[in-house]
């Protein structure tokens, strides 16, 4: 699958930070520790709708996690996958009488159009769950070969689980209680509820051709992939059975993470899958969080087209901290846009060199990327008249992807 351009990225002057990250699975900021290659995976979308400002706020998240990796010297294997089959694509296709193959197509161009707009340092590798069948479905019988995974007891549809037990650590990542997990699979699209399974929070790996529905052919029949699995055998066939760091938004920690880790760590006889579990906050609107469900979302796209500077989009997004559920609105917006112009103006003055400024933009975003810290520091240098301007604005495009210039 074709990503987007990556966009150009000064080099600064000075010695990069060892980067420190919150782990959802220890509840500690922890330091990242990547050797000379750092490897990433980050789920990517189901392309059923436009990017909206939650999709964006995840992905710069860990944009800058690559920008911090790089400017200490690391080489970055950034892995993203796309859902391009699952449910909620089917019904949208459905509903609007699109080939969900179109509607698909559709939908990661504008995705890859406003990531190029954002800045946003793709990945290495872009892969699609239709490309990845084969190797899903080979997982996938693996895993029925060694009895982590079963049919459940139905005649007409005796699709695949993985039995949770087989890991015999399954909640680490999440460390949510079973009550709590029970409920959130319900919400997420698990079936607790589904008769003839082992334990309620099984989870999905086949689905067995029904009519109507896009299926492919496997050793286990004809079907399609859990969403757990896509993600955890992607991951693990480009990066390795260890990676250093899994992203995505907090509302991917259970059932997705816990499950895609679980199969991860089952199929490779390893653990952990990821040495951090990190997770950025959700974006909310009128006090409620941004989703397709809620229909209350702000696409990048459109407000692209209505003239706004993407520049500006991220510096608002930016504006509070990563793992924070926060809010989107107009005054966020006009905010973001006014710090753009002062910093813009700052960028091309000459004076004296400011290099404390560019090291203080390394710290703060070192500890637990610490975006507010970062912009009352940029705030302060563009406040000062006497202070030169290149040095500071090739940190702010190297490090926080905004460009000035």
Known sequence: MQSWPSPPIPGISGTGRQLRLYDSASGEVRPSDPGPTATMYVCGITPYDATHLGHAATYLTFDLVHRMWLDAGHRVHYVQNITDVDDPLLERAQRDGVFWRKLAEREIGLFRDDMTALRVIPPADYIGAVEAMDEITTAVQQLLDSGAAYRV????????????????????????????????????????????????????????????????PSPMGRGRPGWHIECAVIASNRLGPTIDLQGGGSDLIFPHHECSAAHAEVLSGKRPFARLYTHAGMIGLDGEKMSKSKGNLVFVSRLLHQGVDPMAMRLGLLSGHYRQDRAWSDEVLITAQERLDRWRKAAVRSGAQAPAVVEAIRDHLADDLDTPAVLAEVDAWAADDTLDGSAVGDAVDALLGVKLT
Do not use: C, I, N
């Not at 680490?172 to 959130?184: C, G, H, I, Q, V």
């Open 153 to 216: 007891a139905d005649a007409d549809y005796p699709d695949v689980y993985f039995d949770v037990t087989s890991s015999g650590h399954f909640g680490y990542e999440s460390r949510y209680d079973e009550p709590t997990m029970l409920r959130l699979s319900a919400e997420r699209g698990g079936d607790p509820d589904r008769p003839g399974k082992r334990q309620p929070l099984d989870p999905l790996l086949w689905r067995m051709d029904r009519p109507g529905e896009p299926s492919w």
